[in-house]
């Protein structure tokens, strides 16, 4: 296959969940590379939108331009090369007028109903958001001759596995949370698209991001936040849990790589871990933000959650053999950077 993109020519890319966490950095990098984004997100309260406007005023749009409310197709507000459109990823009908209304020559999708537990307490907008919208984003592709998406899966996919590190290549059959079940079948609709229609879909199975603007449902935001307010933590499994706690600019790193680089992997469907590869003790990631802060935290013990995994680790091999990924930043490096942010944001 040739090369559908070069990382030297601008391009229009369609980014979605754009107030996000993920994609806020990475529309913030695709601009800073001179590339044009339009950004949909429909700003649901899932987690305080305060931070979502924040995000988008960094990038240019104002909050009560962006609060405009959204009308039988959609509302667009214009910045410097960024475009923001309030709507939902699941209205078809606004999905078809967005795809007819601009020409992109990528798109990231990123946008998804997010969190493992409250995919326990509201499993509709996880069928609304990560399969109904993932499917209008991939229809607009079929139908508008998009030859590259690249889109967010998730390292839940493995569940409990103990086969590790994780590698592409692993039984992904038994999810253990319906988050993870719609991640899992957001890779199949996309082998399926690849396969039928001919265009080239790059899942990224994301291990544990954080770091400055991160989710305040997140462990990292929880944990600062708590031993801040002199509140305890909750420590699942006593403590007795990894992660491949992975620093955002890697992240972003990544996926403008997949998004806009040439490969040598030549086939249309494509899967990658996207990780640190050096998992971390949760309490010795606790004892990081601890350090940052200067402030000893206050721990509750409790058991495992339903649909949490013991622990996490990617395999990244191949991401860096295709797109030179590799992650650079430390936990250590990473957590200070985040009490920054958070000291800097909030107090």
Sequence with gaps: ???????????????????????FHVTKALLALGHTVIGIDNINDYYDVDIKYARLEQLGISRNEAEQELNTTFSLVFGDRMQFVKMNLEDRGAMDQLFQDFKFDAVCNLAAQAGVRYSLQNPNAYADSNLIGFL??????????????????????????????????????????????????????????????????????????????????????????????????????????????????????????TLLEPSDDTGLYKLYNIGNSQPVQLLDYIEAVEQALNKTALKEMLPMQPGDVKQTYADTSALEKYYHYKPKTDVKAGVKAFVDWYKSFYL
């Design 136 to 257: 209008n984003v991939l229809e607009g592709c079929r139908h508008h001759n998009i030859k590259r998406v690249v889109y967010a899966s998730s390292s839940s996919v493995y569940g409990n596995s103990d086969d590790i590190p994780f590698k592409e290549t692993a039984n992904v059959d038994h999810p253990i949370s319906l988050y993870a079940a719609t991640k899992k079948a957001n890779e199949l609709m996309a082998h399926t698209y690849s396969h039928l229609y001919g265009f080239e879909t790059i899942g990224l199975r994301f291990f544990t991001v954080y770091g400055p603007w991160g989710r305040p449902d997140m462990a990292m935001f929880l944990f600062t936040d708590a031993i801040i307010n002199d509140k305890p933590i909750k420590v699942f499994n006593n403590g007795d849990l990894s992660r491949d706690f992975t620093y955002i600019d890697d992240i972003v790193a990544g996926v403008v790589a």
């Design 1 to 23: 296959m040739e090369a559908q993109n070069n990382i030297s020519e601008t391009q229009t890319i369609l980014v979605t969940g754009v107030a996000g966490f993920i994609g």
